[in-house]
């Protein structure tokens, strides 16, 4: 035997679709030794689930596979049902991005750990809820004995998270395959639970396979990095290479397309790859980037295949071959100048929210927003962040009108509007405006891309002329990057990003002075990303419209905020101008925020501030700080029993705490 | 377990609150219809006199909402009047039996059909796509384009003009009870189980396909569950759930169903006296069995709600709530 858990060979699986024959995966060969944990990374569409769930033998019934996967020396593709059902779960366990879904609503916990137990090792029933609780133990859950009893909707995301890798943990497996498991959660709640992963890993030597479109995710967890790309490997090795010596133009763009380690607006504009990734056919050949890439020659396609790099390091590009790698290290590319307005006025507030409560329900209350105060300033982006439930949404949709506050004012200019869109005057509806996270659902899907424009023009703007009509459109989606074909598509036919630039044409052709952005690039993959965050950047810079940037992602926040409010449970913990509360964040949950992100560079790792329990029932009014439950700074009884009072550093940076600096 | 209590007793409110509505919906609905029953009691011939006299006795010329009192409070000490047409018959003394022929009938019909396309659309959405769900899908939707008097008129053809195992009209013969003649419930109660099984059998498998393909059930196989285990433990209750919504909704529409499927085999029971009724333009006959149509509907309604609340661990723990 050799000392490889896992050979994969040569393996393809396609899928047999109405279209013809497409391939998901694409010559893959892939090798994890024992107590070895590599890292899968690509955005979505580039097989790496598929390979995984190829590995589990679990695959559509249109799905024809080649190639061999080796398991201890046994090919998995040769097994019978049976011989699979007993790797799974049993040798080899897979854990799911999303929790919630993947444990049975109607079952309790208990029994759906017991039963791994019962059925794979012939445990009896009380043998196997002994092994259940020493799992959930393993997994730092506290009280696991009443934690069985509950059903999975009892207990929150992050929890059953946990509860998930406890079950793949429940026969000691020797690889575990891990599909994108954090992804659904809070920063905070990941940091916690990667840091269990990476223990577990030391105590129970096995070896794993880590999935995820975060490079950050994965520097925490595995040495080796595996970069796919339209279901091929496109790169592979050591962490430490990938990052400082990427040699693929998709590693590299990749890399450069993230905001991280404190890139700014003001310095830095982020990669974007041109494109997107297409279906293969099973017989294209050559670089499966090729058409995306800015680097690509005629010998692309002729003299492709796979070139070592370094030890361990291979990527498959053919200037690989090359010697001549004169852009090896990242390229920097330096933004649009940003120009002072003649009449900027900085002192007058553009828009001021006076102790903003938002309450939902009648009976069972939810205190979403808690009485919270802040400006937004003209020409300025104000990011908000915060963890789900923390309010931030309710706060964004508040002022865009979406529904009117419970109580307190919201003063744009000097008009009060604390009240909901219908009763705005027009003047109010074109001067804010509204991009959601998911544009698709909010492009009518029968109009055209030049109706959908057109029709927020004319009811807002007045522009009836539709020969004038048309031309500004034009010229809206020039600004936004998409050309004159794209008036007559209907949103179905754009992509995630397109759909999303749509939206801010839309938002844009009105010229109003506050867009209010609630997780606008949160569901696309992270080179559409840069390319929006790019684009609002560069569209800021060029009208002076302020945004209200709401986004749970601190390094997006970080990257485009003039100022940055971070809020917790429906309050706000810290405010700042962009630098004070990045280098120099008081509030001890803003801390933990910052510590909990994770690092892409491998070579800077830091030490995370873990915060256990849970956010504070917002059904419950609280009294004292709303951070109190989880603080690791707490200073005793006052917490609990009083608000924090405000604290302030400096003219616009403040925070709310017992600390004082 | 309180939870359940608490809404046990408040559904009880809203379906009491339901029946005084529909109570006064039916009355007002009966009374609208065209003719007048002082006229139609005596007949055409009847002097005009007459007829105002009886229009008086009877407190027709009363108004509405009188005359509503007077029959609400009548139903609600179980008085439900007499019958018309019978004249001088109490609504009671027939009414019961014959309801209680059709609960009877009802009840083999459901104990056949509910089973039998559980069944069969688990079985269905289990092999989805193959050759037993294709047959299982193909039957479903043919019997469910039949409507009861061509599936009906088909059955009476096999079985009791062709095989002769069952009487062709269900009639029990003066001075014995349903009990000596059981023989009479079964065509009818499959003409129902026909119309029933497309329709439940159909939901039931694409309530399985979609349990099959949720990501618990992903889960669980890769857990290295056994498949049979995995439907069987993880799928099944999550697949009924839907499909007993369904059967309780469509409890009252079974109870409705009835009249016509009586009337084809001539059944003793409360459809084919309905029918009756408003052929003879019964009044206190008609509402007397609309309203209870509406209360075994809404009854019906309320158990299927508490059943699926006691089956489902999210609404049982949390009122609904996520
Ligand atoms: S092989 Fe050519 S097209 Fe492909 S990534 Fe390398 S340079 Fe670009
Ligand atoms: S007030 Fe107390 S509990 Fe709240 S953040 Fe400050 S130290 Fe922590």
Redesign the interface.
């Known amino acids: 035997m050799n000392d490889n858990i896992l050979e994969i060979e040569n393996l393809h699986v396609r899928f047999s679709t109405f279209d013809g024959l497409f391939s998901a995966v694409n010559n893959v060969s892939l090798n994890l030794g024992y107590n070895e944990s590599i890292g899968i990374i690509g955005e979505s569409g580039c097989g790496k689930s598929t390979l995984a769930f190829t590995v589990m033998r679990y695959l559509a019934t249109n799905a024809q596979v080649e190639g061999a996967i080796r398991f201890k020396g046994i090919n998995l593709l040769e097994n019978s049902e049976k011989e699979m059902e007993s790797v799974r779960g049993n040798r080899i366990a897979m854990v799911f991005q999303n929790p919630y879904s993947s444990l049975n609503p109607s079952l309790t916990i208990g029994f759906q750990l017991d039963e791994v137990g019962m059925h794979h090792q012939k445990l009896s029933k009380s043998q196997a809820r002994k092994a259940t609780i020493e799992a959930l133990e393993m997994m730092n859950l506290g009280d696991p004995k009443g934690i069985v009893r509950r059903y999975p909707h009892q207990v929150s995301g992050g929890i059953q998270q946990r509860i998930c890798i406890a079950m793949a943990l429940l026969c000691k497996p020797d690889l575990m395959i891990l599909d994108e498991p954090t992804t659904a959660l809070d920063v905070t709640t990941e940091a916690v639970i990667l840091d269990s992963i990476a223990e577990l890993r030391d105590t129970l030597k096995m070896s794993m396979i880590y999935i995820s479109h975060d490079i950050g995710v994965i520097n925490k967890v595995s040495e080796n990095i595996v970069v796919m790309y339209s279901g091929e490997i496109v790169e592979s090795g050591p962490k430490k290479q990938i990052f400082e010596n990427p040699v693929h133009p998709y590693t590299r763009a990749l890399i450069n397309c993230m905001p991280r380690g404190g890139v700014v607006k003001e310095k830095t504009k982020l990669n974007t790859i041109a494109g997107y990734v297409k279906r293969r056919g099973v017989d294209e050949g050559g670089c499966p980037f090729a058409d995306r890439c800015d680097k690509k020659n005629d010998t692309c396609i002729s003299k492709y295949g796979t070139k070592k790099i370094g030890e361990h390091h291979y990527a498959a590009c053919d200037r690989a071959y090359a010697e001549d790698i004169p852009d090896k290290l990242k390229v920097r590319i330096t933004p649009i100048a940003r120009k002072k307005d003649p009449d900027f006025d900085s002192e007058r507030d553009l828009l001021k929210v006076e102790d903003l409560h938002k309450i939902y329900g009648n009976k069972r209350k939810v205190y979403a927003v808690n009485g919270i105060e802040f400006s937004v300033k003209p020409h300025s982006i104000l990011g908000i962040v915060g963890e789900s439930g923390c309010g931030k949404s309710t706060t964004g949709h508040m002022i865009s009108g979406l529904f009117p506050p419970s109580k307190g004012r919201i003063i744009f200019g000097d008009t009060d509007i604390s009240i909901g869109w219908n009763k705005r005057d027009k003047e109010t509806l074109k001067n804010i405006q509204l991009i959601f996270q998911n544009p698709g659902r909010s492009l009518n899907p029968s109009h055209t891309v030049e109706k959908i424009i057109g029709r927020t023009m004319q009811k807002l703007a007045n522009i009836n002329n539709a020969k004038e009509r048309r031309e500004k459109i034009i010229d809206i989606l020039r600004k936004v990057d998409l050309g004159k074909e794209y008036l007559e598509k209907k949103p179905r036919q754009l992509s995630g990003g397109e759909q999303q630039r749509v939206a801010i044409a839309r938002s844009l052709s009105i010229s109003p002075s506050l867009i209010v952005c609630d997780e606008p690039t949160s569901a696309l993959d992270v080179s559409v990303q840069a390319s929006v965050l790019n684009l609002l950047n560069d569209l800021q810079v060029d009208t002076h419209v302020a945004y209200l940037f709401i986004s749970h992602d601190l390094n997006v926040i970080n990257y485009l905020s003039d100022y940055i409010m971070v809020m917790y449970a429906g309050k706000i913990a810290e405010y700042g101008k962009r630098d004070e509360v990045m280098e120099n964040s008081h509030h001890p949950y803003t801390e933990a925020l910052l510590s909990a992100v994770p690092e892409v560079d491998p070579t800077k790792q830091k030490d995370i501030i873990e915060l256990e329990g849970m956010l504070p029932d917002p059904a419950k009014k609280i009294k004292g700080c709303p951070f109190a439950g989880r603080c690791h700074k707490q200073v005793g009884e006052i917490c609990v029993k009083e608000y924090p009072p405000m604290v302030q550093l400096t003219e616009d940076h403040y925070y709310f705490c017992h600390i004082k600096p | 377990m309180k939870r359940l209590m608490e809404m046990f007793l408040r559904r009880l409110g809203s379906l009491l609150a339901t029946l005084v509505v529909m109570s006064f919906v039916i009355f007002l609905l009966v009374e609208i219809m065209p003719g007048d029953v002082a006229q139609m009691i005596l007949g055409q011939s009847a002097t005009e006199e007459a007829v105002a006299a009886l229009r008086e006795a009877r407190g027709l010329n009363d108004p509405l909402l009188e005359r509503y009192g007077r029959w609400i409070s009548g139903v609600v000490v179980g008085d439900l009047g007499d019958s018309i047409y019978m004249q001088g018959v109490s609504i009671n003394s027939i009414l019961w039996r014959k309801v209680g022929h059709s609960i009877i009938l009802a009840m083999t019909a459901f104990i056949i059909f509910v089973p039998l396309s559980i069944f069969f659309g688990v079985l269905a959405g289990v092999k989805e ?1 193959k050759p037993t769900d294709s047959i299982i899908s193909f039957f479903g939707l043919a019997t469910m384009a039949l409507p009861e008097f061509v599936s009906g008129v088909i059955l009476i053809t096999v079985f009791a003009v062709q095989l002769k195992w069952f009487p062709i009209v269900s009639v029990i013969p003066i001075g014995e009870s349903i009990w000596q003649n059981l023989n009479i419930v079964v065509l009818p109660a499959l003409s129902i189980t026909l119309v029933m099984f497309g329709y439940i059998s159909r939901m039931q498998r694409s309530s399985m396909i979609s349990v099959m393909n ?3 059930i ?10 049979r ?1 995995v439907i069987f ?2 799928a099944l ?2 697949a009924m759930l839907p499909t007993i919504t369904i059967i309780g909704m469509n409890m009252g529409w079974l109870f409705g169903g009835l009249v016509v499927v009586e009337t084809l085999f001539g059944f003793p029971g409360m459809g084919s006296l309905l029918m009756t009724a408003i052929k003879t333009r019964d009044v206190p006959l008609i509402e007397a069995c609309v309203l209870l149509i509406t209360v075994i509907y809404s009854v019906s309604t309320m158990i299927t709600d508490i059943m699926y609340s006691y ?4 609404i049982r ?2 009122g609904g ?2």
Do not use: C, E, W
Not at chain 2, 218 to 227: I, N
Not at chain 2, 311 to 314: F, G, I, K, S
């Open positions: 796509k949720s990501d618990y992903r889960a669980a196989t890769l857990k290295g569950m056994p498949r285990y433990r993880h209750k999550n089956l489902n661990p999210r723990y949390q709530q996520k």
